[in-house]
């Protein structure tokens, strides 16, 4: 099995278990208040959204990642598209983001934002 369908996989438990916050906003406040120990956001998504999360992210030292569109997150945890993820349990969040960072592996890593970036040359698959 791969990684990606292992990542959704375990998305899709992590909402079943109510330990996901969708929306912008939402995590956001989560992030504010300590309770978000890993935000996944679409590739999807636009420049302001990323640009908002990332700085968020790094003034309170939780852990992002860029995975997946829109439509492929929302389908994960059985919502529609949705941008924007929070996994408010610790469990949850350390396994995930073990499979991401193995995902990850061999992309780019932009230090200053804490984000796997996908070279150019990689495919998607």
């Given amino acids: 099995m791969n990684d990606s369908k292992k990542i959704f996989q ?3 438990m992590a909402a079943r278990a109510r330990m996901i916050i969708t929306g912008e906003e939402l995590v956001v406040r989560e992030v504010r208040n300590g309770t978000a120990h890993l935000v996944i956001v679409a590739e999807d998504a636009s420049n302001n959204t990323m640009k908002k999360l990332t700085d968020k992210c790094m003034y309170y030292n939780v852990e992002k990642h860029a995975f ?3 439509d492929d997150l929302g389908h994960a945890i059985g919502k529609e ?4 993820l929070a ?4 469990g949850f969040a350390r396994k995930l983001s073990g499979l991401l960072n193995e995902y990850n592996r061999g992309w780019a890593n932009d230090e200053n934002t804490c984000t796997r970036i996908r ?3 990689e495919s998607v698959e």
């Fill in 68 to 70: 997946g569109s829109r």
């Fill in 10 to 12: 375990l998305l899709g």
């Fill in 81 to 84: 598209s949705r941008v924007v």
């Fill in 119 to 121: 070279e150019k040359s």
């Fill in 87 to 90: 996994l408010t349990d610790a």
